[in-house]
């Protein structure tokens, strides 16, 4: 079975300085992740994701996410906040079996920028 | 554009109607999801469909039906029986449902309120 653990569900940073949005994932096979950004009373958006590939990924809006296997994390990155990457970040992993590629969601971990 | 239409956007109802959700995509993609989406809990599956005239239930089914006659269209039937329906849903869809890498798109929500 599959799950994925968000660590924190509010975090808030001063604009400028480092964005870390922690995951961490349980699978039994190789799993696939992804990062998805939500805006108030929208749908969700595909920041990244990791399918075995290389282990950095860089995603839209300067994102980024490193795959550690050993650590069994997913962490989301940004080098310097902005205030409009203020919104509701999801982690989710790839279930596997013929289960139609559902995805399942970590608790969602709300980003907050101050001035 | 390609993309996922949800309507209504905003949706009241009594308790003890049934009320139907609108999803409709014209990106061609053969699977198709329902999310329901509650604060701290992340989302949660309610059913998906990965091909016409096919539909599985997700973790949260009881309450819900759906149909799939058209590749298009996925509308969802929240029923007097699902005991909190309050609730902002999302409806998604993937390229291909045997793709565990394959990402998800998502509509804009709609958020359902009983009075």
């Known amino acids: 079975a599959q799950s994925v653990t968000q660590l924190g569900s509010h ?51 300067g994102f980024e996410a490193e795959f550690k296997k050993s650590e069994t994390s997913f962490h989301l990155t940004k080098p310097s906040a902005h205030m409009s990457d203020a919104a509701e970040y999801f982690c989710a ?8 590629g559902k995805l399942i969601f970590g608790q969602g971990t709300e980003l907050s920028v101050k001035p | 554009d390609g993309g996922i239409t949800q309507s209504p956007k ?6 003890g109607q049934n009320v139907t959700l609108s999803c409709e995509q014209n990106l061609n993609h053969d699977a198709m999801y329902w999310y329901r989406q509650d604060p701290g809990q992340g989302l949660r ?10 539909f599985q239930k997700g973790d949260i089914a009881e309450g819900y039906s759906v149909s799939r006659e058209k590749k298009e269209s996925f509308p969802l039937t929240v029923t007097s029986a699902q005991k909190n329906p309050t609730a902002f849903y999302l409806c998604a869809s993937s390229v291909d449902s045997s793709r565990r890498t394959g990402e998800l798109f998502f509509g804009e929500g709609s958020r359902l309120t009983v009075l």
């Open chain 1, 93 to 100: 992993v790839s279930v596997s079996g013929n289960q139609g």
């Open chain 2, 10 to 15: 905003y949706l009241f109802r009594k308790e």
């Open chain 2, 45 to 54: 599956l309610i059913y998906y469909s990965q091909i016409v005239n096919d």
């Open chain 1, 11 to 61: 975090v808030s940073v001063s604009e400028g300085a480092l964005v870390l949005l922690r995951c961490n994932y349980s699978s039994s096979v190789p799993p696939y992740l992804f990062w998805y950004v939500q805006y108030p009373n929208q749908g969700l958006q595909l920041l990244l994701k990791y399918t075995s590939a290389a282990t950095l990924v860089k995603g839209i809006n």
